[in-house]
């Protein structure tokens, strides 16, 4: 039996390759296997046979696990949440996409992302994909739930992966705090309150019943009860919507400054290499650094970056006075050849004038280790307040 898909994989494939071209242009297959399934896709000879409802799913879920870091993911989201897992699928087609949720719990989701952390103590990954592998997860166990008998067993190890994600995740946090590392503790509660996020909005998508036992150990886990995992997840949350300032910035939150970056779509030299990909915001020193002396950036691809920063924190302004776009301009500045006076060249006269004079002078200005830390002592208070 045949289902409605959503997007052909023609366009899908299309899609990708508009915002990663690098990992598709590759000679050989990537290691990582979302990216070599999309890889693999974009040489599929055309005399094959239609995609199998597993593979087409398969391939959704490589295709927006490998852009959902980039500037335009793929919007398949309902697809691999909820639409492709069909209450007339078949047993088998359906286990094998359980499988291949289960098995990309362990994929390197630091492959085409850097947006992650890594526990000062263990090496552990916390990353905002964790997030997306939580949503595909959700489908599957609700799928499974609803057909009783054997695939309620595989509903309980599916559940059972999901809580350990959890539990691994809030131990990842705990190790920032533990070596009293602010901005690690910052980031990571970030990427856990995207996460949980996900997981809430998939069991909502879903119609979960409130006495489901996945959504009774795991909705709203950091709020409806607060004391579980160590109160680490509770404090995730608090971390990303605590107001936090620096000397000379507006106050702003974690979770403000994690928006789309929508501004920087236009700027499509970013996505000639994934060491312009971003990082978790506001911490940009060390991208804009990157941009700034990027070899595939020429001094005018420097300067409509430059461009699009302003003019997206110009937009944000009304709404909410970003700290990323300015720190991200003072490692530019801090690596361009030639510094603020040659960039300028580059840029129109009232953009140049901006950038040396105003305001938006005063943020660049300020030293970025004054910056982080300020935002990693207010990170830290809170912590301290949270888990005694």
Request: glycine share 8%; net charge positive; no cysteine.
């Given at each position: 039996m045949e289902f409605l898909r959503g997007i052909t994989p023609e366009t899908l494939l299309e899609h990708v390759r508009n915002t990663i071209p690098f990992a598709l242009d590759a000679r050989t297959p990537p290691e990582s296997p979302y990216l070599k399934v999309v890889w693999e896709a974009c040489r599929r000879p055309e005399s094959s046979p239609p995609l199998s409802h597993h593979e087409y799913f398969a391939l959704c879920v490589s295709a927006h696990l490998s852009t959902v870091s980039s500037f335009v993911p793929t919007d398949v989201d309902n697809q691999i949440r909820f639409k492709l897992w069909h209450p007339e699928l078949s047993a088998s087609e359906r286990q094998t996409m359980v499988?291949?949720?289960?098995q990309a719990l362990g994929w390197d989701m630091t492959a085409i992302s850097k947006r992650f952390v890594r526990g000062p103590q263990s090496g552990r990954v916390l990353s905002g994909m964790h997030g997306e592998w939580f949503s595909i997860a959700v489908g599957a166990y609700c799928a499974l739930r609803s057909h009783g008998?054997?695939?309620s067993t595989d509903a309980d190890a599916m559940r059972g992966l999901i809580l350990h994600e959890?539990?691994?995740?809030?131990?990842?946090?705990g190790e920032f705090v533990q070596a009293r590392d602010g901005i690690g503790a910052l980031q990571a509660a970030t990427s856990i309150a995207h996460n949980l996020g996900d997981l809430d909005r998939v069991m909502d998508q879903w119609n979960l019943d409130p006495a489901d036992p996945l959504r009774a150990e795991a909705y709203r886990a950091g709020h409806d009860n607060p004391a579980r995992f160590k109160g680490l997840l509770r404090l995730a949350g608090e971390l990303n919507k605590l107001v936090l300032s620096a000397t000379g910035m507006a106050p702003t939150s974690m979770a403000a400054e994690n928006h789309r970056h929508f501004a920087l779509?236009?700027?499509?030299?970013?996505?000639r290499s994934p060491d312009l990909l971003l990082p978790i915001s506001p911490f940009f020193d060390d991208w804009g650094a990157?941009?700034?002396r990027h070899p595939l950036l020429s001094p005018e691809d420097v300067a409509e970056i430059t461009q699009c920063l302003m003019d997206g924190w110009d937009k944000l302004k009304p709404i909410q006075k970003t700290a990323a776009y300015p720190r991200a301009l003072a490692g530019i500045e801090s690596s361009f050849s030639g510094g603020l006076s040659r960039l300028c060249q580059y840029l129109p006269a009232k953009s140049a004038k901006n950038l040396r004079s105003g305001l938006l002078r005063t943020l660049t200005s300020i030293r970025r280790d004054r910056f982080e830390a300020q935002w990693g002592e207010q990170a830290?208070?809170?912590?301290?307040?949270?888990?005694?």
């Open positions: 499988s291949l949720v289960t008998g054997t695939s959890m539990q691994r995740e809030a131990e990842v946090l779509r236009q700027a499509r030299s970013l996505r990157t941009v700034g830290l208070k809170l912590a301290r307040g949270l888990l005694r």
